[in-house]
């Protein structure tokens, strides 16, 4: 069984040292940790495919996010991020699909997916979808477990301030069409987190989202 622990105690550790001197220091730990975590995501995509077949024949090196951060535009200079993440979806990590995301992160993990950011044609897309077949949405969405597991959808901090174009505040559903992303999480205990399997605790989050996934890549779909 491999829990979230090592992985918060190399991350609180980089996250108190995030220069360069401290991580080649520490550089064997952080990749005996990224091929455990190659391990476990390798797990997961197995299980995922059990009752999502859609997502393909990816590996879980397709599904790794570097830890090195992209420091060019930002003012914030430090090298390294300081979590580490896998998204599972057809193509990999830079899929335009509905998948599956793991973050681990002390204080900040969470088990969710969906989709992040969509560029705007494909958000007009999705709204269309959500707006023409809102029964089957909201069925979906309201479902007792996936309630109960993510409360509803994370509007991520950023959404629209008045219906998009097009659409009436009469609409039952509008709520949702204000969202820029559409996307769901789970945010577990760092403690609770820190000492159950990290594949059993994914594979059961990910499967209660596997309906709200497959809703969003009918969409897709059509755009690819």
């Not at 990999?92 to 992160?105: D, I, M, N, P």
């Not at 993510?150 to 097009?166: A, E, I, N, Q, V």
């Not at 820190?194 to 605790?201: E, F, H, P, Q, R």
Request: hydrophobic share 40%; with cysteine; charged share 25%.
């Amino acid at each position: 069984m491999t829990t979230a622990a090592p992985f918060f105690d190399f991350l609180s550790r980089l996250a108190a040292n995030n220069n360069r001197e401290w991580f080649d220091a520490n550089r064997s730990e952080y990749q005996a940790l990224r091929s455990n975590l190659l391990r476990i995501t390798e797990e997961i995509i197995h299980q995922i495919q059990q009752f999502d077949p859609s997502i393909g024949t990816i590996t879980a090196s397709d599904c790794l996010f570097r830890i090195n951060r992209d420091i060019r535009f930002s003012k914030n200079k430090d090298p390294y991020k300081t979590n580490m993440g896998v998204f599972m979806a057809r193509g990999g990590r830079k899929s335009t699909f509905a998948g599956y995301y793991l973050h681990l992160e002390p204080g900040a993990s969470f088990i969710g997916g969906g989709v992040y950011m969509p560029m705007s044609p494909l958000l007009k897309k999705f709204r269309q979808e959500i707006f023409y077949n809102y029964p089957k949405f909201k069925s979906i969405v309201s479902a007792p477990e996936f309630v109960k597991t993510f409360g509803g959808l994370s509007d991520m901090g950023d959404r629209l301030t008045r219906p998009p174009k097009g659409y009436d505040n009469s609409f039952e559903g509008i709520d949702y069409l204000m969202n820029k992303h559409f996307v769901v999480g789970h945010s577990p205990d760092d403690k609770v987190f820190a000492k159950t399997d990290l594949v059993k605790s994914a594979t059961e989050v990910f499967s209660v989202m596997k309906d709200f996934n497959t809703f969003l890549n009918v969409v897709v779909e059509e755009e690819v």
